[in-house]
DNA sequence: AGGCTAGTGACAGCCGCTGACAGTTGACAA
DNA sequence: TTGTCAACTGTCAGCGGCTGTCACTAGCCT
């Protein structure tokens, strides 16, 4: 954590170079669109060479997910330091809630927390960019699942028990975002709380017979 | 399902040239991989320029989901046709299994199963095919949400459940595709059989506790 | 002070994809 | 049968994402 000691004055304006690009991107993506945003106008905007934005990014995609990249290692981080006697899908639960509590920090080096939860939204209203962020969020669950199936002494590649609980998870965390993004409060609360209300209801979701209830 | 009444000369050459193109972009795809087969390649097997592909195939990813496509409408309309009294997901579970039975007379009227079944694998194991393929499911698990939802006789708006329990489902049936994908046993009876066996346990995974049984 | 190298810009080129336009060929009525 | 019309196709031009190459500048290090 110790980012401010001794660096050099090239590793400096490289640092601010992409963080310039990072959040002209974020900007124009949330603002404009993601396919209406072109690499030349994001590069531009920081007055460097389309060639080096390609140098600090692997792609255009590539950008538009480095900040969630980061929430989604202090979740699997988060997940790691659980307590060895909690059951998985409450370590999960847990790791995730614990993620929206310190959200702020995680995310304020980069970015505004503002700016993240738009192109958070934007991510959800973009084909292009949802599928993308479906296949990030399946590799998290691969490596997810290898760490609880180590944790309680099984094998991943034997037991699909590990894979299955994760992507159940997974899935209800797809229904909270879903429900986050189109509902019509953005705020960082509002995200909390329908996390934990999802998950309330899997049980329920799962015993079929929604007309009694 | 009376295609072959009064096809026109025009009609025949279209659905022949589709065809072409299709068969000649899966047997490319799954043989030296998708990203490395480009569109001119698809065309010049044809006898076709470029151009009159764009006009069969929104895309070069269309074609490679153009039979998965088949197979999900009837997964769709299988689960449409289940009985009123079964619980969703066992309506899910009998869709899906019916979906593999059926699979043959399906898809052969385009493609070859044997086919299909390398293209699916080319799927799971190309990144941006597979980040396609999570989107294309996710909005199919919106279809069906609302399908339960109406069926059961709940608001998809208000009420999660019905998503929860599709997000989950399907959440499991990834879990299939990808054992079936990286296992050694390619045959349609093994993804039928492993499809029930996921199913099976996911009672078992989510209780925790795996290392007592 | 001067050599070294990381970082950059400029240029050329591939590929996916689209719009515009003209040529060809099947459909259908006179 | 023939002529007209619409459907289908090829060609060409162009945009945007992305990559390789190469020369050049600017910070680093002795």
Redesign the interface.
């Known amino acids: 954590m110790e980012t401010r000691a001794r660096e050099t004055l090239r590793e400096r304006k490289k640092r601010r170079t992409r963080e310039a690009l990072l959040r002209a991107a974020l900007e124009l993506f949330t603002t404009q669109g993601y396919e209406q945003t072109t690499v030349d106008e994001i590069a531009e905007a920081c007055e460097v060479s389309q060639r080096t934005f390609f140098r600090y990014f692997a792609g255009k995609e590539d950008a538009a997910f480095a900040v969630q990249d980061m929430t989604e290692a202090r979740f699997v981080a988060a997940v790691r330091e659980r307590p060895a006697h909690e059951?998985?899908?409450?370590a999960m639960r847990q790791a995730v809630l614990q993620g929206w509590d310190a959200l702020r920090e995680t995310v304020e080096s980069a970015v505004p927390v503002e700016l993240y939860l738009r192109m958070y939204r934007t991510i959800e209203s973009t084909?292009a960019l949802?599928?993308?962020h479906?296949?990030r969020s399946?590799a998290t669950e691969e490596t997810i699942a290898r760490l609880l199936a180590e944790r309680?002494?099984?094998d991943v590649a034997a037991?699909?028990?590990?894979?299955?609980?994760v992507?159940?998870f997974?899935?209800?965390m797809?229904?909270t975002e879903?429900?986050w993004s189109t509902g019509d409060d953005f705020s960082l609360e509002a995200i909390r709380q329908l996390t934990a209300?999802?998950l309330d209801?899997?049980g329920?979701?799962?015993?079929?017979?929604?007309?009694t209830t």
Chains 1, 2 share one sequence.
């Open positions: 059951a998985p899908m409450e084909p949802l599928a993308a479906l296949r399946a309680e002494g099984v037991d699909p028990r590990p894979r299955l609980a992507a159940v997974g899935g209800v797809r229904v879903r429900q209300s999802c209801q899997v329920s979701a799962l015993t079929g017979n929604w007309r």
